[in-house]
């Protein structure tokens, strides 16, 4: 990890239907920093704009207010860039596309030869432990299995960043932590940095460097939580350190629910 | 992955199969054990042969009804796709074009047939292949506005974020998105074409069709050959359907794949 | 209120004739005189729409002739998916009007329905066009669009095109027109078939944009089958003939049913105006002036008849056989006793003896003038 930053998000307010009856006042003055290769979790109850707040960094809404910069540019630039790659929690595969065809088909867009693009969507079925699936629908695959697969995508170009929206959201517990250790393996692989959208208190404490609590009405931040639990296994779901992070984050959405 | 493909086929054919002989041979039985007129209800074997005694009639019939049908066939496909990509285009379309399309899919045939006639003539194919096109057009506006319309915001976001244009999106999405609603839509119009084309025929028109074939030998009581043109008339619906099977098949093999993988599961 | 005391007056004055006639004769001749021991209810199927086509089966309903006849008659109105002949085979009703070749092809099916009066002498089938469309006769219909009703209205049509050399499937266009005269009056079609009492006067009711005028007679030209000899017998009255084998009851109504139904045209005959009253009292959608018409060129289709009125003309009858089966639709020569002039004879002799005529040799063609739409 350097202390390069990635992503800088300064004084940002964001209002839907401005000026209106139904006004709604998403994020209200967000100030949020995030160096390259950390892996930065945002949670909160739902309605405090953490969804929002990812799709500003991505440049899918503009900010009402303030400024959001991705990798020192403005970040619709680092989208036309191409400096992110994103995960839902609907994995997002096309149907129509065979799972290496919807690993390509960034590089498609972006004019890579088809050679170069079969070659790098076997690296990246390789990389989610899917290698001998490129062929297959993605009906054809069990939940765990697509969302790898979307995590695939993302990466295909190797972008620097990573943002991801629940992406585990609608899998079993089982799947969900297998998922979760093969996505910190993949982070340390990569050294992509990560923003993590989350409802779950263990899954951020377990995956990430920081843990950003948001409240809701208007959506600010409550507070920035450090984790530092080293090399993570599956034993480090035992861990005390493990424990004391995520009653930590429990003690600052607690607070965050007795502010409403 | 062939045999099992195979086997599943098969399993496919054969109780309708069976099925139909049965229903023929109980058709049969009944007709010949009640001693029930002719003129009433005729027996397969009387209709099999009035088949192959009329045969070139019904051919020559079923391929001039057919063109009648798979032209408004044609024509209410171009259209209904070409509406559906306008109503998606531009969102006040869509609201004024849909109220028009349930409109226009809530008038029955038998009543358009004549206006159409009275419109275009009945001697030329524009009257009747006009009555085909206005039914074929509404299932296939509204499952291919349907299709193009409804994909999932996290499929758009995650274009937009690959920095893809409208037109990238549609192309991409949308429109691939759409194929399975508008062969949904395909295999609802095609058999539907050739009964359209049918019952306009009953308004008049040239002789040489099978709804006029049904209905003259009908008027004489000649019900064996009217039978018989309306079974050449539902093989041909029933070519139709299966042709718009293989289109379904061949244009979204992804569903295919899925659905044997289901039926070999069970 | 004073229709109703109208009505009630014209019922007592019924009620009182027919006490009077009723007390009149006694005797085994008591056919047709309203004596009554019990009345016999009957239904009959016409083959289209009420219009003065059926004037004489309505002027016997509602001018009492068949209660004289001890008949309860129920006459139902054809339409375009009723067939007649189908009524009859299945039961539904007891008699049908219907046309000889129809018939004959509905027999080959399988009914056995036996021809018991033969009204109709001549066809009333023309194939119509404008005079100046060079279709003077069948020969000149190659190569053009020609318009028929099709239900076997074309065999009459299809005989002569195949007697004149030309193969109906590839020589000319057979195409199924309407119930009206569109097909002519918009130029789509080169000949129409129209019948003389029916759509040939529908065009001579539309006005001729050229004139503003009507159009008349000389507008068009006409190939008449009767000219041609492909003519075949048309309107006739057909009854059960498995009933009429075995049933003396049916034989017994059919004798007086076709009696009641002769005299019901003799009637009109003599009585047109009324008649065409009758039609339109019976819901015809037609106007006045084409009703009268209508009578007029039906009553030129019955009278005269030379042999008796409903008697079939053995030579006719063969000719329709022939034409039906050498030129038309049909496979084999249908026995013999698909007629029989058995009930017409009987009729004949009752009409006689009540002092009507029978052959209507004097009857005179009327001059019937035309109104735009037939008012």
């Known amino acids: 990890m350097n202390e390069k930053s990635a992503i800088s998000i300064n004084s940002v307010d964001k209002v839907f239907n401005e000026a209106r009856e139904d006004e709604v006042i998403a994020l209200s003055n967000i100030d949020l920093d995030i160096k390259e290769g950390e892996f930065v979790s945002l949670i909160g109850p739902s309605g405090c704009g953490k969804s929002t707040l ?66 790098r969507s076997q690296e990246m079925l390789d990389l989610v432990k899917l290698p001998d699936f490129g062929s297959y629908y993605p009906r054809q695959l069990s939940g765990g299995m697509q969302q790898r697969v979307s995590i695939a995508r993302a990466l295909s170009f190797k972008p620097k960043l990573l943002l991801m929206d629940e992406p585990f959201g609608a899998l079993d ?71 004391a992070a995520a009653t930590e984050i429990r003690e600052a959405l607690r607070a965050v629910e007795e502010q409403e | 992955m062939n045999i099992v493909k195979l086997k599943s086929r098969v399993s496919i054919i054969w109780p309708p199969l069976v099925i139909g ?48 049908a798979l032209g408004g066939l044609a024509i209410g496909i171009v259209a209904g796709v070409t509406f559906a990509f306008f109503a998606t285009l531009f969102r006040f379309l869509n609201e004024g074009l849909t109220p028009l399309a349930v409109a226009v899919n809530a008038t029955p045939i038998v009543a358009l047939a004549p206006i159409f006639n009275a419109w275009f003539g009945v001697t030329g194919s524009v009257s009747n292949q006009l009555v085909v096109a206005t039914v074929v057009f509404f299932p296939v506006f509204i499952n291919t506005a349907k299709g193009l319309t409804e994909v999932h915001v996290n499929e758009i976001e995650l274009m937009r974020s690959y920095a893809a244009g409208d037109w990238t999106i549609l192309k991409e999405v949308r429109i691939p998105n759409a194929l399975p609603f508008f062969a949904n839509a395909l295999r609802v ?43 050449v008339a539902s093989a041909f619906g029933l070519s139709l359907f299966v042709g718009a099977l293989l289109i379904e098949r061949v244009s979204t093999p992804w569903k295919s794949a899925v659905q044997l993988e289901e039926t070999t599961k069970k | 209120m004073k229709l109703k005391k109208m009505m009630r007056a014209f019922a007592l004055l019924t009620a009182v004739t027919l006490f009077m006639t009723s007390c009149g004769s006694d005797d085994e001749a008591s056919v047709g005189t309203g004596d009554c021991d019990s009345v016999d209810s009957v239904t ?55 046309w000889v070749p129809k018939v004959l092809v509905s027999n080959e099916q399988g009914m056995n329905l036996v021809n018991v009066a033969q009204v109709f002498q001549r066809s009333g089938t023309l194939q119509v066009s404008w005079a100046d469309s060079g279709i003077n006769s ?98 006739a009255i057909w009854a059960d003939g498995d009933r009429l084998a075995s049933d003396e009851a049916y034989q017994d109504i059919t004798t007086r049913f076709v009696a009641a139904s002769l005299e019901g045209w003799a009637h009109c005959r003599d009585h047109s105006d009324e008649c065409v009253e009758h039609v339109l009292n019976n819901g015809s959608a037609l106007g006045t002036s084409h009703q009268t018409w209508q009578m007029n060129e039906i009553n030129a289709l019955i009278w005269p008849s030379p042999d008796g009125v409903g008697m079939i003309d053995a030579d006719q009858w063969a000719q329709t056989i022939d034409v039906v089966t050498n030129y038309g639709d049909l496979e084999a020569v249908p026995a013999e006793d698909a007629y029989t002039n058995e009930y017409a004879e009987a009729a004949n002799d009752i009409l006689d003896s009540k002092g009507i005529s029978t052959t209507g040799s004097d009857w005179t063609r009327a001059t019937v003038i035309l109104n735009e739409g037939g008012e």
């Not at chain 3, 266009?173 to 003389?196: H, S, T, W």
């Open chain 1, 173 to 243: 517990e089982m799947t969900r932590e297998h998922m979760q250790i093969e996505l910190l393996r993949i982070w340390e692989e990569t050294g992509t940095t990560v923003v993590f959208v989350t409802h779950s208190i263990p899954e951020s404490a377990f995956l990430s460097n920081r843990v950003v609590v948001l409240s809701p009405r208007p959506g600010q931040v409550h507070s920035v939580i450090d984790v530092d639990l080293g090399k993570r296994s599956e034993s480090t779901r035992q861990d005390s350190n493990f424990f």
């Open chain 2, 21 to 68: 002989i049965g229903i023929l041979a109980l058709w049969e039985g009944a007709v010949v054990l009640f001693e029930i007129q002719e003129f009433l209800l005729p027996k397969p074997s009387s209709i099999w042969t009035e088949l192959q005694n009329n045969w070139e009639i019904l051919r020559h019939a079923s391929w001039e009804t057919g063109k009648m």
């Open chain 2, 189 to 231: 119009v095609a058999p539907l074409s050739v009964i359209a084309a049918i019952v306009a025929e009953y308004f008049g028109g040239p002789q040489d069709r099978v709804g006029y074939v049904i209905t003259s030998n009908a008027g004489l009581a000649r019900y064996d050959v009217a039978w018989a043109a309306i079974a």
């Open chain 3, 138 to 235: 069948p020969a000149d219909m190659a190569g053009k669009t020609v318009g028929n009703w099709g239900w076997g209205n074309e065999f009459e049509l299809l005989a002569g095109a195949r007697q004149a050399g030309l193969d109906p499937a590839t020589d000319f266009n057979l195409v199924q027109q309407g119930f009206d005269m569109l097909g002519l009056l918009e130029g789509e079609m080169d000949a129409v078939q129209a019948m003389i009492y029916n759509e040939y006067a529908q065009v001579l009711e539309a006005i001729n944009p050229a004139t503003g005028e009507l159009y008349t007679a000389d507008d068009m030209t006409v190939i008449d089958w009767n000219d041609e000899g492909t003519a075949m017998l048309q309107d």
């Open chain 1, 54 to 119: 990812l799709r500003l960094i991505g440049d899918l809404l503009e900010p009402t207010k303030g400024s959001v910069e991705v990798f020192g540019k403005s970040a619709h630039q680092a989208r036309v860039d191409q400096d992110y790659g994103m995960v839902f929690q609907h994995a997002g595969l096309f149907d129509w596309r065979r799972v290496s065809a919807n690993i390509e088909l960034p590089l498609e867009l972006h004019g890579w030869s088809k050679a170069d693009r079969s070659t």
């Open chain 3, 44 to 98: 009959l199927q016409l083959q289209w729409f009420a219009q003065a086509q059926f004037a004489g089966y309505y002027a016997a309903e509602d001018g009492g002739i068949y209660d004289n006849y001890c008949l309860d008659v129920t006459i139902m109105e054809g339409g375009v998916d009723i067939v007649p002949q189908q009524q009859l085979a299945s039961g539904a009703a007891d008699f049908a009007v219907s």
